[in-house]
T-cell receptor
Framework: AQKITQTQPGMFVQEKEAVTLDCTYDTSDQSYGLFWYKQPSSGEMIFLIYQGSYDEQNATEGRYSLNFQKARKSANLVISASQLGDSAMYFC?????????????FGKGTLLTVNP | GAVVSQHPSRVICKSGTSVKIECRSL??????MFWYRQFPKKSLMLMATSNEGSKATYEQGVEKDKFLINHASLTLSTLTVTSAHPEDSSFYICSARERDRYNSPLHFGNGTRLTVT
């Protein structure tokens, strides 16, 4: 069974500073994908960044980067230059490579609050 | 970008009635759609996976007779909460994967907040 662990229920960061949101995973698959989603209070799920298990370089998307450490099975999200609009829930998720549906399993999430 | 439209965004119904939630992929074909349920301040829990033209696959503990899922076309999946009770009150959110794009992120609808009185 696949498992995603986010150990930080809540995080606070000052505006313009960087913040790292932790995510560890457990899988016996060799091929898998890791995703980060942002969920504002309005409820929609916004895709942020993707890292494939065979990708040698860490993924980056604008202010978002993924610190992928395969041996440690961690996929931490780094947000640089935090903005007030970054305040939201952040979910780490893993794509299941078993079967043909490739469903996502989500961690419990981290509530990020950006302070002015 | 790929857009998933979920309707309604909010619904209030009386106990014992049924509610249908629609999930449409607007600009892509979705062979697979997923239905999640989310309690306040909790994570998304997968309820079922639906593939176009076949029966949905339900996760363990999800009552298939209560949560009816239909995926009749490549752009539409529906979730019907039958004989709703207050404990069914929750945030339901659908997601879709583009056809033949297994590494692409899931595209999510904006969710439906169901309140059963």
């Amino acid at each position: 069974a696949q498992k995603i662990t986010q150990t930080q229920p809540g995080m606070f960061v000052q505006e313009k500073e960087a913040v790292t949101l932790d995510c560890t995973y457990d899988t016996s698959d060799q091929s898998y994908g890791l995703f980060w989603y942002k969920q504002p209070s309005s409820g929609e799920m916004i895709f942020l960044i993707y890292q494939g298990s065979y990708d040698e370089q860490n993924a980056t998307e604008g202010r978002y980067s993924l610190n992928f450490q395969k041996a440690r099975k961690s996929a931490n999200l780094v947000i640089s230059a935090s903005q007030l609009g970054d305040s939201a829930m952040y979910f780490c998720a893993m794509r299941d490579s078993g079967g043909s549906n490739y469903k996502l399993t989500f961690g419990k999430g981290t509530l990020l609050t950006v302070n002015p | 970008g790929a857009v998933v439209s979920q309707h309604p965004s909010r619904v209030i119904c009386k106990s014992g009635t049924s509610v249908k939630i629609e999930c449409r992929s607007l600009d892509f074909q979705a062979t697979t759609m997923f239905w999640y349920r989310q309690f306040p301040k909790k994570s998304l829990m997968l309820m079922a996976t639906s593939n176009e033209g076949s029966k949905a696959t339900y996760e363990q503990g999800v009552e298939k007779d209560k949560f009816l899922i239909n995926h009749a076309s490549l752009t539409l999946s529906t979730l019907t909460v039958t004989s709703a009770h207050p404990e069914d009150s929750s945030f339901y959110i659908c997601s879709a994967r583009e056809r033949d794009r297994y590494n692409s992120p899931l595209h999510f609808g904006n969710g439906t907040r169901l309140t059963v009185t």
